[in-house]
């Protein structure tokens, strides 16, 4: 399987202030096609998760600015330049190319 | 708007069986993969099973196979998973979304528990 450790697991950021998370796989994301299929989620406290990011660095519809994402091969980061009170939750990292799909163990990111 | 509402969950003892339905709307169901995804109690995602658009092809996680079958019926947009022989282990809330994560249900939570 593919191993994507995420760190760090706990993330206390102030309102306002960047937030980065990284995603590592233990094999490579890159497909036949010349894609990257590293995708991540947020998860908010009670809801079902939704996707922020895919293929990397692409923004699903309506995912505010704020949140990037970066990378290649098997190393990845997600950004958010100023964190907001909304931002909280779980994150996510997910590959979908080697079956089966993996996840990352989540970041959880609070509020200081 | 798209719509996935998973039902099916419940409370069952430990070899029991259950089936969750998925019900699609707002989006061309029979054009998409779907997944169940399952998040147990505090934990993390895990992927369990995925079914191609016209339900020919499925394939599931070592930890479920053999035991759970992934189904759809694109007449009714609506997937399924019939899961049989269940233990403690897969006790779970468990999702339905379409193609890689685009969307997501509300989630089924199913407990095995005697």
């Known amino acids: 399987d593919a191993v994507l450790t995420q760190s760090p697991l706990s993330l206390p950021v102030t309102l306002g202030q960047p937030a980065s998370i990284s995603c590592r796989s233990s094999?490579?994301?890159?497909?036949?096609?010349?894609?990257?299929?590293l995708f991540w989620f947020q998860q908010r406290p009670g809801q079902s998760p939704r996707r922020l990011i895919y293929?990397?660095?692409y923004r699903d519809s309506g995912v505010p600015d704020r949140f990037s994402g970066s990378g290649s091969g098997t190393d990845f980061t997600l950004n958010i330049n100023r964190v907001e009170a909304e931002d909280v939750g779980v994150y996510y990292c997910m590959q979908s190319i080697h079956w089966p799909y993996t996840f990352g163990q989540g970041t959880k990111l609070e509020i200081k | 708007e798209v719509q996935l509402v998973e039902s099916g969950g419940d409370l069952v003892q430990p070899g029991g069986s259950l089936r969750l339905s998925c019900a699609a709307s707002g989006f061309t169901f029979s054009n998409y993969w779907m997944h169940w995804v399952r998040q147990a109690p505090g934990k993390g995602l895990v992927l369990i099973s995925r079914i191609n658009p016209d339900g020919s092809f499925t394939v599931n996680a070592d930890s479920v196979k053999g035991r759970f079958t992934v189904s759809r019926d694109n007449a009714k947009n609506t997937l399924y998973l019939q899961m049989n022989s269940l233990v403690v282990e897969d006790t779970a809330v468990y999702y339905c979304a379409s193609d890689v994560g685009i969307n997501w249900g509300q989630g089924t939570m199913v407990t095995v528990s005697s």
């Open positions: 094999q490579s994301l890159v497909y036949s096609d010349g894609n990257t299929y």
């Open positions: 293929r990397v660095s």
